[in-house]
Nanobody, 124 residues
Framework: QVQLVESGGGLVQAGGSLRLSCAAS????????MGWFRQAPGKEREFVAA????????LYADSVKGRFTISRDNAKNTVYLQMNSLKPEDTAVYTC?????????????????WGQGTQVTVSS
């Protein structure tokens, strides 16, 4: 069992930046690939970014490529999402998730563990 807790959400103006953190419990954090997803009111959950166990490989949704950066620090059992040039359409609840697979998945069905989410609101 893995416990995931997100932090760093808040209110920011368009064009601003925000850094989200996801802290994981346990001794085997480096065994999991990690992903970030988001869900806006009335919308389905969508894939944002993923990172491999070692951090050597990343995957991004086209909508955030070039603006967002996913990273991880296995010594701190933490994965990050650096969000720059934020737009109002980025407003959503952002959730991190863990997968035991070696592939970077866009499909949320491959992620076994989920955090509670943190709200990001971008004003115009």
């Amino acid at each position: 069992q893995v416990q995931l807790v997100e932090s760093g959400g808040g209110l920011v103006q368009a064009g601003g930046s925000l850094r989200l953190s996801c802290a994981a419990s346990g001794r085997t954090f480096s065994s999991y690939g990690m992903g970030w997803f988001r869900q806006a009111p009335g919308k389905e959950r969508e894939f944002v970014a993923a990172i491999s166990r070692s951090g050597s490989t990343t995957l991004y949704a086209d909508s955030v490529k070039g603006r967002f950066t996913i990273s991880r620090d296995n010594a701190k059992n933490t994965v990050y999402l650096q969000m720059n040039s934020l737009k109002p359409e980025d407003t959503a609840v952002y959730t991190c998730a863990a997968s035991a697979g070696g592939i970077l998945y866009r499909n949320p069905g491959f992620y076994a563990y989920w955090g509670q989410g943190t709200q990001v609101t971008v004003s115009s």
